[in-house]
């Protein structure tokens, strides 16, 4: 019996009991394609600047597998074990390649990798055309994912990085300290302790693509789903690229209000922020928990979400009325 030919026609039928939606065409191939596009759209990656990667499900990798190497690759030691995401596939992008040409161009300036059983080795199998290769930062993204997905009950699947020149520059006039920047950011504008009320993680400036960037990030991912890298960007995560990209969205715009506030005010801290207490009413009203260790100790006792059935606390319970009668027809609705 010839079993290479027992096996390769095997495959074929594989490849042919699945959807023919290529790997390209997938839902979330062309999601982190879109993001990639439109952070070069806002400027946020000069040249071949910024990277990003997403954690395929069980379903999704199943789906690809008959597009994967026919021929496997060799297997690649990581910078670390991370047993989390054993056995599980990353669609990262590619060292070098361009933002502005991952929507166009997704199987060369994209790929999908495979980490072994161990969490410890990963290898190529999809994309990466021309003989490409994962960002250079893979140990960080890898290491990322699996700090993510154990902080989220593992609904984390996107790392995303930018060099937004608002973030950059934040650090420039703010230390790299987590408190100072969430304290900075919070008090800009009403959306950010929606946001990220857990605050916004910061590691001071190191190596690209070095181990010790990856570690120091991690410790900050633990607790933030948003990290700021100083003198060199941003890392947002979330369950989605929209999440992903709509976090980092509202942080570059937070930095951006943060620095026109400090110009209109002569270089000073601005006048007139959101103070402790505003931020407190704020959480409330919207119903989020913000991270204690960023307000200051004479903030107001944060209030803690009230429950669908139940009246917030600020507000007063309304009595039930004396009669079941029905209201008169000629009545109008409140406000109209």
Known sequence: MDVKNLFDQGVSKARGAVSSVAVEQRGFVRALARMCDDGWRAGWHERNGGNASYRLTAEEAQACRPYFHEEPRPWEPLDAAVPALAGECLLVTAAGSYFRNVKDDPSRALGIIELDLSGAFWRP????????????????????????????????????????????????????????????????????????????????????????LADLTAAAARDHAAVVWAHHGLLATGATCDDAFGLASVLVKAAAIYRD??????????????????????????????????????????VAPASADEPAASEPAVPEPASAEPTSSTSQPEGE
């Not at 994309?127 to 994962?134: K, L, S």
């Not at 006039?173 to 302790?193: G, V």
């Not at 928990?289 to 960023?294: K, L, M, R, S, V």
């Open 125 to 212: 199998v999809w994309g990466f055309e021309g003989g490409g290769r994962p960002t250079s930062e893979l140990a960080a993204h890898v290491i990322l994912h699996g700090v993510r997905k154990e902080a989220t009950a593992a609904a984390s699947r996107v790392v995303y990085h930018c060099h937004p020149v608002e973030v950059i520059a934040l650090t420039f006039a703010l230390p790299p300290d987590a408190r100072a920047l969430t304290r900075a950011l919070w008090k800009t504008m009403t959306e950010c302790i929606m946001v990220f009320p857990e605050g916004v993680g910061a590691v001071p400036t190191a190596v690209p693509g070095s181990r010790s």
């Open 261 to 302: 506030a400090r110009v209109l005010s002569g270089g000073a801290e601005p006048a007139y922020p959101l103070t402790d207490a505003d931020l407190v009413l704020l959480a409330g009203g919207l119903g989020v928990t913000p991270n204690p260790a960023y307000l200051s100790a004479d903030a107001p006792e944060p």
